[in-house]
């Protein structure tokens, strides 16, 4: 009694593996479709839409340009380098640049170098071209900022080829989370980030691929990014 048992519950299991999507019920074939396509989003590491937004990684900002961050040209390398190996991780890639042509009292021949600074980012000149590490960059947005007053956001730009601004074009495209990586942490990095906060997206800083003005400011800018609820971690974490 017992092997018969067993040979019948055999016979119905090699019937049910010899099932051909065509003999499926349909409601079945529609479920395992829909499991099909579906579940690699269900147990994606990082499911919501994420954008990459480079700030200001042009010469201007780097040794040799009017501006110059200690450790620009080397920050604008390992930009590149992770935009070569992790492009296909973002749904939206974002770069923005000083492009200034009469920005008033933001440029001044005395600056203070907290609301006044020296002519930078000059529309049109090779300083305010992206850095030359990130000249093959394919990049979705490119913002210009600060064209007629001081800018130092990325969100305070528009786009060059649809002049809207960059809050508009991240929310067409569903973008939820944004990392922010360039130069210098310590102004335009950060007032980015905090504008991103401010306007409801998820926020983190790769603190490997950014340098500050100083020291000083960029421990200040650490600060009042975190306080914000910034994520600060090194691009690998």
């Not at 890639?93 to 009469?102: E, N």
């Not at 905090?194 to 200040?220: A, I, M, Q, Y």
Request: proline share 7%; net charge negative.
């Amino acid at each position: 009694y017992g092997g018969d048992r067993w040979h019948k519950a055999k016979q119905r299991q090699t019937k049910f593996d010899s099932w051909s999507p065509s003999l499926m019920p349909i409601g079945a074939r529609v479920v395992s479709a829909l499991f099909s396509r579906y579940l690699p989003l269900i147990f994606r590491e990082d499911p919501m839409p994420r954008a990459l937004v480079i700030v200001d990684v042009q010469p201007t900002f780097c040794e040799g340009g009017a501006l110059p961050v200690e450790g620009g040209n080397a920050c604008a390398q390992r930009v590149a380098d992770f935009v070569a190996a992790h492009a296909s991780d973002y749904d939206c890639i974002v770069t923005s640049q000083d492009w200034h042509i009469d920005p008033g009292s933001h440029f001044s021949d005395n600056p203070d170098f907290v609301d006044t600074w020296p002519p930078h980012g000059v529309a049109g000149t090779v300083e305010a071209e992206l850095h030359p590490a990130l000249a093959n960059l394919d990049a979705d947005v490119t913002i210009h900022k600060g064209m007629y007053e001081a800018a130092y956001s990325a969100f305070d730009g528009e786009d060059v080829a649809t002049k809207r601004p960059l809050l508009d074009l991240l929310r067409d495209k569903g973008i939820d989370s944004l990392d922010v990586v360039g130069l210098a942490q310590s102004h335009c990095v950060c007032e980015t980030a905090l504008d991103g906060v401010k306007d409801g997206f998820k926020v983190r800083v790769f603190t490997d691929l950014t340098e500050p003005v100083s020291p000083e400011l960029g421990e200040l800018a650490a600060a009042r990014m975190a306080e914000a609820g910034v994520e600060l971690v090194p691009s690998q974490a």
